[in-house]
């Protein structure tokens, strides 16, 4: 089973939020279905089921968490200093549309299109990467229907500190 694309970085928040949702998450969790089950008859007990539920989505989270980084596809944030890698801004002009569009090549999970966003997964970010300014690149969404993408402006600057992983 191959999973997602994920740099080293990815990786780490992602077991960093395992972390926290195993020591801190999973203690107060416990301790709230604890304190709920003391208050008598569980029959008609809200806040005991709520507390379960809540007890139970954090394990669901960590056990999804924990398969992410299991199939993880680890790939590189490195690229040449003139080509479009992983956290690159770069400016797209849109030949069909006439237009320029800014986005961020990100990892799938990192994903945001309203925030300008895009997958290295997508058929737009796959198209781009790897590429220079001044290339004009074929974007294939299927077999019938592609279009045309000319990258204007790169910019490397990596800074992703802004960037916050899904589910954070």
Do not use: C
Request: no cysteine; glycine share 6%; charged share 40%.
């Amino acid at each position: 089973m191959k999973g997602e694309s994920f740099t080293e970085s990815d990786i780490k928040k992602i077991q960093e939020e395992i972390q926290y949702r195993k020591l801190v998450v999973r203690k107060d969790a416990i301790e709230a279905v604890k304190e709920a089950r003391a208050h008598g008859d569980l029959s008609e007990n809200f806040e005991y089921y709520a507390a379960k539920k809540d007890k139970n989505q954090n394990e669901s989270r960590i056990r999804y968490l924990e398969r992410m980084v299991k199939n993880a596809n680890i790939i590189s944030d490195q690229s040449a200093d003139d080509e479009v890698g992983i956290n690159n801004r770069v400016e797209l002009y849109f030949e069909e549309d006439d237009e320029s569009e800014e986005y961020k090549l990100v990892t799938s999970i990192r994903g945001n299109s309203l925030k300008g966003y895009i997958s290295v997964e997508s058929p737009l970010g796959k198209a781009i990467l790897g590429h220079h300014v001044g290339d004009r690149v074929e974007v294939f969404v299927n077999d019938k229907v592609s279009y045309f993408v000319e990258i204007r402006r790169l910019d490397k600057n990596n800074d992703d500190s802004e960037d916050a992983i899904r589910g954070y």
